[in-house]
């Protein structure tokens, strides 16, 4: 899906330009010409990134960069006539991503938002979750490890991703062929001896009692179903 980019722009013929070379290079756009307009569609409309005139008619485009920064961390780009590196630092310190002042090219737009989308996208990868937790029981996806109640829990490579699926779906029914598929692949038939082996193993090692199952539920004649926290 495009990624779709706010213009916030009150010169009809900038906005133009700026759609025109937004449509060229595959972007979704939405428009306002006006500071409360902008505030509106950046509420309700899914915006990936804002392009924004810090001269609006209504409401200077600071306040906007303020408001937006309350809630959201979307790439903005400041797109401003007012070339003083004063006030550049200032935007920048606001929580802009970048400013481009005009008159710019097509070009130089669509390289500034490419590497506003990268650095974004980076950035929040490093927010990745990389622990699961389901209460006694946490799976350290950077440690490759499983703790019950704070121990090490020695798991075979197999039971690791078994349990991972579970943990990445908590509260959800995984039905058998789904887990099949996920652990060894598509085209491995509908063998579940193979898994039910799996199944047991895993739960002597996270289960208190195997028979009466805590953490991972029997669904019966569907599959299984890992608990939420909230259970
Ligand atoms: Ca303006």
Known sequence: MAQKILVVEDDEQIRKFICFCLQNNDYDYVT?????????????DNIDLVLLDLGLPDIDGVDIINDLRKFSDIPILVVSARDKDKEKAYVLEL????????????????????????????????Q???????????????????????KE???????YQLLLLFMKNAGKVLTTSMIIENIYGIG????????RALMAGLRRKIEANPGKPEYIITEIGVGYRMIANDE
């Open 153 to 159: 829990l020695h798991v075979t490579p197999l039971e």
């Open 188 to 195: 491995y038939g509908k063998d579940t001896q193979a898994l």
């Open 32 to 44: 306002a010409a006006n500071g409360k307009d902008a505030l509106r569609k950046i509420t309700s």
């Open 95 to 126: 929580g802009a991503d970048d400013y481009i002042t005009k008159p710019f090219s097509t070009t130089e737009l669509i390289a500034r938002i490419k590497v506003a989308f990268r650095h974004f996208y980076k950035y929040n990868q490093i």
């Open 128 to 150: 990745v979750q990389t622990t699961y937790q389901i209460k006694d029981l946490v799976l350290d996806i950077d440690k490759h490890l499983v703790y019950l109640k704070e």
